[in-house]
T-cell receptor, first 112, second 114 residues
Framework: KQEVTQIPAALSVPEGENLVLNCSFT??????LQWFRQDPGKGLTSLLL?????REQTSGRLNASLDKSSGRSTLYIAASQPGDSATYLC???????????FGEGTQLTVNP | GAVVSQHPSRVICKSGTSVKIECRSL??????MFWYRQFPKKSLMLMAT?????????EQGVEKDKFLINHASLTLSTLTVTSAHPEDSSFYIC??????????FGPGTRLTVT
C-alpha cells in the first residue's frame, strides 16, 4: 500500500528566505507526483505536476524535483513571501486516472 | 481552465438528518469523480470513486449505505451523508477528471453535525 510522508509537518521562516519541503513515498512505481497548496478552510490549488519520466518542474518561484528510484520529491520555494503561507500537500498517482494518495502536508508560515 | 464547484460550501445539520453535497464540473465533462474527506490538520482520505452511470467504488472502511454517491451525469456527482452523526463532521472535497488526465478539485464543503 502506497504511503506518502511529508517533512517537516510545520515550518516557520522569515520573509525572503529560500526553503525546501520534502515528500517521500514508499512505492516508487508511480505515474506522477503533484504538489498542491491549501489555504485554511479552502480546497486545493495545483502547483506543479511531475510525470514519472520527468526530473523536475518549475513555475515562477517554485521548483519541484522528483527522484522516483529513491521515492523522494522536494518543493523548493525561492524568496518566500507572507502570501506563501499555507499548507502544502504532495500526492502521488500510481496509474493513469487512478486515485491520489496524499501526504499529511507541511504547514508553512512566512513571517513579514 | 477546468473548474469544479461544490454546493453548499458550508452546512450545519442536526444528528439523524441527511445532507446532500453536490459536485459539478462547470466547463468539462467528467468521466470520473472522486470524493475525499479531510479531518482538521490531516490529509485527504479517498472515500470513493464514481464513474458516470455506474455504481461508486468505495474504499475499505467507508460505509456505502451511509455515504451515498450518485454520478448521474458527466457534470454532476452527489454525496449524501445519511443519518448524520457528530463524528461525520468534516471537510469533504470532490475532484473530477476527464478520462486519464489530471484531477481538478472543488473548493470543499464544511459539514458540521450538531
Amino acid at each position: 500500500k502506497q504511503e506518502v510522508t511529508q517533512i517537516p509537518a510545520a515550518l516557520s521562516v522569515p520573509e525572503g528566505e529560500n526553503l525546501v519541503l520534502n515528500c517521500s513515498f514508499t512505492d516508487s512505481a508511480i505515474y506522477n507526483l503533484q504538489w498542491f497548496r491549501q489555504d485554511p478552510g479552502k480546497g486545493l490549488t495545483s502547483l506543479l505536476l511531475i510525470q514519472s519520466s520527468q526530473r523536475e518542474q518549475t513555475s515562477g518561484r517554485l521548483n519541484a524535483s522528483l527522484d522516483k528510484s529513491s521515492g523522494r520529491s522536494t518543493l523548493y520555494i525561492a524568496a518566500s513571501q507572507p502570501g506563501d503561507s499555507a499548507t502544502y500537500l504532495c500526492a502521488v498517482q500510481e496509474t493513469s486516472g487512478s486515485r491520489l494518495t496524499f501526504g499529511e502536508g507541511t504547514q508553512l508560515t512566512v513571517n513579514p | 481552465g477546468a473548474v469544479v464547484s461544490q454546493h453548499p460550501s458550508r452546512v450545519i445539520c442536526k444528528s439523524g438528518t441527511s445532507v446532500k453535497i453536490e459536485c459539478r464540473s462547470l466547463d468539462f465533462q467528467a468521466t470520473t469523480m472522486f470524493w475525499y474527506r479531510q479531518f482538521p490538520k490531516k490529509s485527504l482520505m479517498l472515500m470513493a470513486t464514481s464513474n458516470e452511470g455506474s455504481k461508486a467504488t468505495y474504499e475499505q472502511g467507508v460505509e456505502k449505505d451511509k455515504f451515498l454517491i450518485n454520478h448521474a451525469s458527466l457534470t454532476l456527482s452527489t454525496l449524501t451523508v445519511t443519518s448524520a452523526h457528530p463524528e461525520d463532521s468534516s471537510f469533504y472535497i470532490c475532484s473530477a477528471s476527464v478520462s486519464h488526465y489530471e484531477q481538478y478539485f472543488g473548493p470543499g464543503t464544511r459539514l458540521t453535525v450538531t
